[in-house]
Every structure is written in structure tokens, then in C-alpha cells.
């Protein structure tokens, strides 16, 4: 696995990923994103999605495609944190084949955590941003 990434997580992929073109669509990839994201903000940072006071929003997303992956292979993700601001984090994910090293793709998606009534920007908070901390590159 690549040392650059803090977290990593493996995420199978399913029969009904691939397309008509023989490989995992490129919609796949942001969800997978999404997935490894928020299943590091539960379990390892303290999100409480059901009755937390404040919900991280995705306010922007991209993916950049290396390679290509089909079913029934698994992604290997890595995740780190690029920017760590008051209110927004910046995370980059690595998408990788199963052995670890072969880049399938490079995303980014930026949370904005506001507050779960309001909607307004709150700051991040403890346990969560010193979590974030952890992953935050050089």
C-alpha cells in the first residue's frame, strides 16, 4: 500500500458496476469515494450521522481517471487529508487495483460542516478534527 495515504479501506465491487463497456462505470468511483469518507467520519472521527449537531455537506467533488477496474475485483482507497480549515476539509482519495500499487483513479471531495438544523458553517469540532489531523499531509 501506498505510505502517502492514512487510511485505507478495501470496497468490493459488485456485478452491476460494470457497464456495457466491460469495466466499473465511472459513477462507481465517486460512490466508493463517498463510502470510505464517511464510513473513516463514523468510525474513526466521532460523526454521529443520526443525531450529531453538525452534518458534513459535500460541496465539491472531482475524480481523475488513471486505469480501469471490473467486477469482481476490489478497490483498494486510500484516504488523506490535503486542507483542514475552520469549517471545510479538503480529502484526497487513491483508488487503487487490489494489489495496492496500481492507481485506478485520483479523487477529491471537500466537506463544508454546518450546522444540522441551520445549515450555517460551524467549526470542526473534537474528537473530528483532531482525527482529521492525523491524515493531514505534509
Known amino acids: 500500500m501506498n505510505a502517502e495515504y492514512g487510511y485505507w479501506q478495501t470496497v468490493p465491487t459488485r456485478w452491476k458496476d460494470n457497464d456495457v463497456y466491460g469495466h466499473v462505470n465511472n459513477a462507481v468511483h465517486y460512490s466508493v469515494m463517498d463510502t470510505v469518507i464517511n464510513t473513516w467520519l463514523i468510525r474513526e472521527a466521532g460523526l454521529d450521522i443520526h443525531h450529531g449537531s453538525q452534518i458534513g455537506l459535500c460541496v465539491e467533488s472531482r475524480c481523475v481517471y488513471k486505469g480501469s477496474i471490473e467486477f469482481p475485483e476490489?478497490?483498494?482507497?486510500?484516504?488523506?487529508?490535503?486542507?483542514?480549515?475552520?469549517?471545510?476539509?479538503?480529502?484526497?482519495?487513491?483508488l487503487f487495483r487490489e494489489d495496492g500499487k496500481t492507481l485506478i483513479a485520483e479523487g477529491r471531495f471537500v466537506h463544508v460542516f454546518v450546522d444540522r438544523a441551520t445549515?450555517?458553517?460551524?467549526?470542526?469540532?473534537?474528537?473530528?478534527?483532531?482525527?482529521?489531523k492525523k491524515l493531514l499531509t505534509g
Open 119 to 132: 445549515r450555517r458553517p460551524v467549526e470542526i469540532g473534537e474528537p473530528m478534527r483532531s482525527a482529521m
Open 74 to 94: 476490489s478497490f483498494q482507497v486510500g484516504l488523506r487529508i490535503g486542507h483542514l480549515g475552520r469549517s471545510s476539509v479538503h480529502y484526497e482519495v487513491g
